[in-house]
C-alpha cells in the first residue's frame, strides 16, 4: 500500500461513527427534502376525527423522506468503509460499490422491484463514481493551516 493512501485509513473517525454521520447527514437532508414535498402536495381535506390534517401529512412525509435518506447515507457510508478496510484502497470503486448496494437495497426494497432496485442502484453508483472521478471533494490537503481568524499582527492604527 502506497504511504500517501495511509493517511486516509487513519482518519480521526472509526467506521462506526462515519456511519453514524451519514445516517444522520440524511436523515436531515431527507426532513428537510420532505418539508419542501409536502408544501408542493395540496392540503388534504378537512376530516371529522383528525385535527390538523396538514400538520399531520407534512409530518409523516418529513419523517418518511427523512428515514429513507437516512437508510441510503447509513447504507452507503458502510458499505464504503467495509470496502475501503477490506481492499485496503480508497477509490471510486469503494463509492460505486457503495452506491450500489444504497441504491439496491434502500430504493429497491422501497419499490419492491428487481428493475427498480437494479435502476436505483445503477444510478447511485454511477452518480458516486462521476462525483469521486471528477475530483469534488471538500477536503485538500495542500499543507496549509487555516485559522477561523488571522494570525498576522495588524499595524497599530494609533501610532501619530
Known sequence: MDPSEMRYLEDED????????????GF???????????????????ERR??????IRTLKMMGNHG???AAIGGVYIGVEQL??????????????IGGFAAGATVLGLKGRSMSTAISAGAALATTSTLIDWGGQTTRID???????????KRPNANVN
Open 50 to 55: 383528525v385535527a390538523l390534517p396538514g400538520l
Open 28 to 46: 436531515v437532508v431527507g426532513t428537510i427534502w420532505g418539508t419542501i414535498v409536502a408544501t408542493w402536495h395540496d392540503v388534504p381535506r378537512v
Open 67 to 69: 428515514a429513507t435518506f
Open 14 to 25: 472509526s467506521s462506526t461513527m462515519k456511519v453514524i454521520k451519514g445516517a444522520t447527514s
Open 142 to 152: 495542500n499543507g496549509k493551516e487555516y485559522y477561523p481568524y488571522t494570525t498576522k
Open 83 to 96: 470496502v475501503l478496510n477490506y481492499r485496503t484502497k480508497r477509490d471510486f470503486v469503494n463509492g460505486a
